[in-house]
């Protein structure tokens, strides 16, 4: 799948990974939080740090609440409201107590602009409302990075856009974000640096404005 | 040619009269051979053929009806059937009932009874070493409490027990005599009373148990026959006074022990035993309604008490085989074959009457439960599999990517969501176990179907109580049906896990 991929990012940049169906891109996002397994090479990301081989869970859900995860199918719990599906993990995890996790998770969902669907289930929701919770509950864990594994791609150009603002607002807010997307519009738009990924390899990295200071995370 | 379409035709028309049965030359008598001896038992050197007093005795009977009628010889073929049930038989499998049948005025009433053939009297058995040293021991409470005495289902040693009101007993009924010994011995019964000729033929095999004061109250042995087959009843009654007055019979019980001197003259000088009164079907009602509801709810309290259990069980052991660790899984899947593919009156008889014998004896209603619990685990545990794997990818996925551990995951997200999805087949189980239940009663647990059965065949209305006893499971099971389509309602309004895309 993936193969001599080497990459270094800087905190507070925006990365967007294009390239066609198939080209590895995903499965490059995935390999970041430990979806996905990898051979040979290591991840450096939020100062945690993955090696080739199985993971420990120890490990991964370390580094799993400073990396949040948005989905192209959004993945949100049907069983439980918007509020309750932004809450849940930082009850659990963080162990916040109930009212502490509740007024944070009224916060996301207003930032994301659907602060009066909090009671609301997944279901009557629409897809675009349903990706924006999404990130609420992906920010709820106040990651130092954020993945978006092609947001907008179930989505129609109306609810694409929403979404795509919401992002654009966490970008001007200082969010170390990878995004893979086929929107090379949006990607232009966003990202400080485009990489483009094809069978597997990198074959372009464009860059919009000069390198940052800071610690840098990568993939090599 | 005319007689081979005679026996056709004789298993079709209700009633097989003499002259059938002269044609067929066979008279067909019903039986339980797990009554056991001196009665009808398996030959211990030939299981498959059997063997007892009441085996020469048919086939004596039949020897002497095919003398009377002048014809060719007729043989003896035993029916076998459940010894509580065995009534139920003639007229339809049987041409007669011939197993330790007590003559009583119910019987009289439904049936044709012949002339007596044997005399039992009751006899109380006890451990040896135990407290128990006469029957008037059971007017004041025991060391444990109530008394537990075991009786056959159906036989007049409960109804004996049963009328004693002045007794600190519980009177529970088995299926069989032998395991009401078995019990005494290991120690889950304190006595039984059963016939004092069987009490003897086992008195070798039962060693700890010994007989408490004299046989007590008593009856007759009668044979029964149905009331539209006269002739038969008829040539029955002629054939025994025969076997009577030339010593046959006498000869007959000699040599199974049976004390043929005395059962002869007691014989002879049988009284007749009053027939009993008819009963109107409210007077009926009126007596059973309240036994038959006491009854349902002990189904009740099975069903709301072994599904739960069956539940939880289940559940585990699916995210056991899912999500545990690896070398666990072959043995819960053993464990889910098992209990799957063994019958449930299996595994009830192993709780109760095997682990006894390693030192845990349950009480019945807790074997009972245990029973129905752990055999449904195993259904649930494949259900809520299916259940677990049918919740989409993307959910665990979800769960990880926000740092929870697998164990969290599974806890707020997939098992909420795999509950739901499988609550129509969980709710079908319910009402399965619901029937399921009746099978209890091999287990001496007395529910509803149990009661109906002994009901039905003590008081003759064996239609009536049957549509009564309908009803009451029809009124149990439909509201859990409603019940389980709320459940789906609400929970589906909760938002199925397939959001929209």
């Known amino acids: ?220 | 040619m005319a007689a081979v379409w005679l026996c056709g035709l004789a298993s079709v028309v209700p009633a097989a009269e003499l002259a059938e049965v002269l044609a067929c030359r066979e008279l067909v008598w019903a039986a339980d051979q797990e009554g056991g001896g001196p009665h009808v038992f398996p030959d211990p050197k030939n299981p498959e053929q059997v063997k007892g007093f009441e085996v020469d005795l048919a086939a004596m009977l039949a020897l002497e009806i095919s003398r009377a009628s002048g014809g060719r010889s007729v043989h003896s073929r035993m029916q076998q059937g459940q010894w509580d049930r065995l009534p139920l038989l003639v007229g339809r499998v049987a041409d007669c009932v011939l197993n330790g049948i007590e003559l009583t005025p119910e019987r009289q009433r439904d049936y044709h009874c012949s002339r007596p053939y044997f005399a039992y009297g009751l006899q109380l058995l006890s451990r040896r070493d135990g407290p128990l040293v006469s029957l008037e021991k059971f007017t004041s409470p025991g060391p444990t409490g109530r008394w537990k005495v075991g009786v056959l289902t159906g036989s007049a040693a409960e109804s004996f027990m049963r009328n004693r009101i002045d007794f600190q007993i519980d009177v529970i009924g088995y299926d069989g005599t032998i395991d009401c010994m078995e019990q005494v011995t290991s120690g889950v019964l304190d006595a039984t009373v059963l016939d004092d000729c069987i009490a003897s033929f086992y008195a070798d095999r039962f060693v700890h148990l010994r007989a408490v004061g004299r046989p007590f109250a008593g009856g007759f042995y009668t044979i029964l026959t149905a009331r539209d087959t006269p002739h038969l009843s008829a040539a029955i009654d002629v054939a025994l006074g025969r076997m009577i007055a030339g010593g046959g019979l006498e000869e007959l019980y000699d040599r199974w022990d049976l004390a043929g001197r005395q059962q002869i003259l007691l014989l002879r000088d049988a009284t007749e035993i009053p027939p009993a009164q008819q009963r109107s079907l409210l007077e009926l009602a009126h007596d059973s309604l309240p036994l038959l509801m006491a009854s349902a709810g002990m189904t009740v309290l099975l069903s709301f008490a072994a599904m739960p259990l069956a539940i939880a069980i289940g559940l585990s052991l699916a995210i056991g085989r899912l999500y545990g660790p690896l070398a666990l899984r072959p043995f819960m899947a053993g464990y889910v074959e098992l209990l799957r593919g063994t019958p449930l009156m299996l595994q009830l008889y192993a709780i109760f009457f095997l682990l006894p014998k390693i030192g845990l004896a349950l009480p019945a209603l807790v074997a009972a439960i245990a029973g129905l619990a752990l055999n449904y685990s195993a259904y649930e545990s494949e259900i809520y599999r299916a259940g677990l794997k049918a919740v989409p990818g993307g959910q665990f996925e979800a769960a990880l990517s926000l740092g929870m551990t697998k164990w969290q995951a599974l806890r707020h997200v997939i098992v909420p969501q795999a509950v739901r999805i499988v609550m129509p087949p969980v709710t079908n189980d319910f009402i399965a176990l619901f029937k399921d239940t009746s099978v209890c009663s091999v287990i001496t647990v007395i529910e509803l179907t149990k009661r109906y059965s002994v009901l039905a065949l003590s008081t003759g209305r064996i239609m009536e109580l049957a549509i009564v006893t309908a009803l009451l499971y029809l009124a149990m099971s439909w509201p859990l049906s409603l019940l389980s389509h709320w459940f789906e309602h609400r929970l589906a309004q909760r938002g199925s896990p397939f959001g929209k895309a």
Do not use: Y
């Not at chain 1, 192209?72 to 009212?99: C, D, W, Y």
């Open chain 1, 1 to 220: 799948m993936l193969s001599d991929v080497s990459l270094t990012v800087a905190e507070g940049d925006v990365t967007a990974l294009v390239g066609p169906s198939g080209g590895g891109k995903s499965t490059l996002l995935r390999c970041l939080n430990g979806l996905d397994g990898f051979e040979s090479g290591e991840v450096t990301i939020a100062g945690h740090r993955l090696l080739a081989g199985s993971h420990s869970p120890d490990v991964l859900e370390a580094l799993r609440q400073d990396v949040g995860m948005v989905f192209q199918q959004f993945n949100l719990f049907p069983h439980m409201t918007a509020i309750e599906n932004v809450s849940l993990s930082p009850r659990v995890v963080k162990r916040l107590p109930a009212g502490e996790a509740r007024s944070q998770a009224m916060r996301l969902l207003e930032r994301v602009g659907l602060g009066s669907f909090a009671d609301a289930r997944p279901a009557t929701l629409s897809g675009g409302q349903q990706q924006r919770v999404a990130i609420a509950r992906a920010l709820a864990m106040k990651p130092r990075v954020m993945l978006f594994d092609e947001p907008t791609s179930a989505l129609d150009p109306a609810m694409a856009a929403e979404v795509l603002d919401v992002i654009l607002d966490l970008a001007r807010a200082g969010q170390t974000m990878m995004i893979v997307t086929h929107d090379h519009l949006f990607a232009r738009r966003a990202a400080a640096n485009v990489v483009e990924l094809v069978g597997g390899r990198v074959t372009a990295v464009s860059k919009k404005t000069p390198p940052g200071t800071g610690v840098p995370g990568g993939a090599h």
